[in-house]
């Protein structure tokens, strides 16, 4: 299934991966850097590792599967393409050797793992877990227990950049680490759990419950969405003209068909930041796809409905393809559902300037 679609550069090129998750999608991510292998990690219990067709080419094959004990919350790579690191219903953070299948139980939580980032720069692993902890897994140190921090709230999204950690939790709250001097500390506690400090602590200018959080790659801020269709941009520097600059903003609403000037909102289920032109990609339970520069306050774009809600987004190193992950949401009402033959990944390949910003108005 090809669909092309003119942009102002090159055609775009749209397909859909065959052999996709049986249920529904948790997480996406590309590898550091191949710009054409990604994970998926599933609710069927499965990490799944797909490597694209060249530029040009439709098409992407699953070259292995990983089974888990449980649904698969997230997964991330690691200091290289052939190293990942999942989160669990299972309540255990696991490395996966990709090449071996060899799975490694990195530490275990008090509950569910929701989240898990690795941070190349500073060799550090970091899970969080419906039990209001994170693990800091010093990597450069794999004798070292992992030290815990506890949180005050459950924590519903993880995003980092080369310094910094975003955790945004329930109850709208959002705490902003700073990775060395956290890594520092703790590695001091040496497995111990700490009630460490963060760098910023802030309420989210969302008023309902977080769903996603993704930092922009320059290290300047973060973007957050709610299940309320709304999407916030925010800047890291405290001083009070950085913080005058935040906003936020609606989308993912569609007219209620009834006609009555109402509108249906959806969940923002999915943010990801474009590595080389800083704008972002939200996805919604609306199932659309819409690309926004943040800097400009702008809309760049938005793509044709998928089927279903989208449930992860991510591009490629190089941001040549975005990947989207779609299957039914809870939003539909569906919440025994399979999601066999329902789910789906897309993979778009960007036209040189689709996802360049636009500059102000």
């Not at 980032?117 to 450069?140: C, G, N, P, Q």
């Not at 910094?164 to 939790?169: G, Q, R, T």
């Not at 539909?332 to 102000?360: C, F, H, M």
């Amino acid at each position: 299934m090809l669909n092309r679609s003119q942009t102002n550069s090159s055609p775009a090129i749209q397909y859909e991966i065959s052999e996709p998750p049986t249920d529904a999608v948790s997480a996406l991510k590309f590898a550091p850097d191949a710009p054409t292998r990604f994970l998926v990690s599933s609710w069927d219990k499965h990490v799944y590792l797909y490597e694209l067709a060249g530029s040009g080419e439709e098409g992407g094959k699953l070259i292995e599967k990983y089974e888990h004990r449980a649904p698969v919350l997230d997964v991330c790579f690691g200091a290289d393409d052939n190293e990942a690191f999942t989160a669990g219903m299972d309540w255990q953070v696991k490395r996966i050797n990709l090449e071996s299948g060899e799975q490694t139980i990195m530490s275990a939580h008090a509950a569910p793992v929701k989240s898990v980032v690795y941070s190349k720069e500073h060799s550090l692993l970091i899970s969080a877990s419906w039990d209001s902890t994170l693990h800091f897994h010093d990597l450069k140190h794999p004798e070292k227990e992992p030290a815990t921090i506890k949180l005050p709230a459950k924590p519903h999204s993880l995003s980092i950049t080369a310094s910094k950690l975003v955790v945004a939790m329930a109850s709208r709250l959002v705490y902003i680490y700073e990775l060395q001097s956290t890594l520092m500390l703790a590695s001091q506690a040496n497995g111990a759990t700490t009630e460490l400090q963060p760098w910023q602590q802030r309420e989210s200018s969302l008023k309902f419950m977080t769903r996603a959080v993704a930092c922009m790659p320059n290290d300047d801020g973060y973007a957050s969405s709610s299940i309320e269709g709304r999407v916030a941009v925010e800047w890291f520097d405290p001083s009070p003209e950085s913080q005058a600059r935040k906003y936020a903003f609606k989308c993912h609403r569609q007219p209620d068909p009834s006609g009555d000037g109402t509108d249906i909102v959806y969940p923002v289920n999915a943010l990801a930041f474009h590595p080389v032109h800083g704008t972002f990609a939200s996805g919604g339970g609306d199932g659309v796809v819409a690309l926004w520069d943040a800097n400009a306050k702008r809309r760049i774009r938005q793509y044709q409905k998928y089927p279903t809600s989208v449930a992860a987004l991510c591009f490629s190193n190089d941001g040549k393809y975005l990947a989207v992950g779609v299957c039914p949401g809870f939003e539909n009402d569906q919440e025994d559902y399979s999601g066999e033959g329902v789910t789906k990944i897309y993979i778009r390949e960007l036209g040189e300037t689709e996802a360049k910003g636009k500059g102000p108005k």
